[in-house]
Nanobody, 120 residues
């Protein structure tokens, strides 16, 4: 079993910055990719950013390009999301996602979510 533990959410004024972290832990596993999604009450979860674990290729939603940066620390099995120039519309619960192989099984794992609130 693999656990994803997130940290770094909070309250910030518009224009400010926050950094989210997500660490994967558990039994022997292989990470293929990690990323971030966000979800507001009553809305579908939407993609924010992702990074491949081996080559480090990054992908972003158009709404966050140029403001958010995703990065990884392979040794710590941790992914980060640096969020700059935050806007009130970035207010959401942010979820870490990881595509992981344990043994011969591949699956998607999710963190518990961390609240990001941007005040105007």
């Amino acid at each position: 079993q693999v656990q994803l533990v997130e940290s770094g959410g909070g309250l910030v004024q518009a224009g400010g910055s926050l950094r989210l972290s997500c660490a994967a832990s558990g039994r022997t596993f292989t990470i293929y990719a990690m990323g971030w999604f966000r979800q507001a009450p009553g809305k579908e979860r939407e993609f924010v950013a992702a990074i491949s674990w081996s080559g480090g290729s990054t992908y972003y939603a158009d709404s966050v390009k140029g403001r958010f940066t995703i990065s990884r620390d392979n040794a710590k099995n941790t992914v980060y999301l640096q969020m700059n120039r935050l806007k009130p519309e970035d207010t959401d619960v942010y979820y870490c996602n990881a595509h992981i192989r344990v043994g011969v099984d591949q699956d998607d794992y999710w963190g518990q979510g961390t609240q990001v609130t941007v005040s105007s």
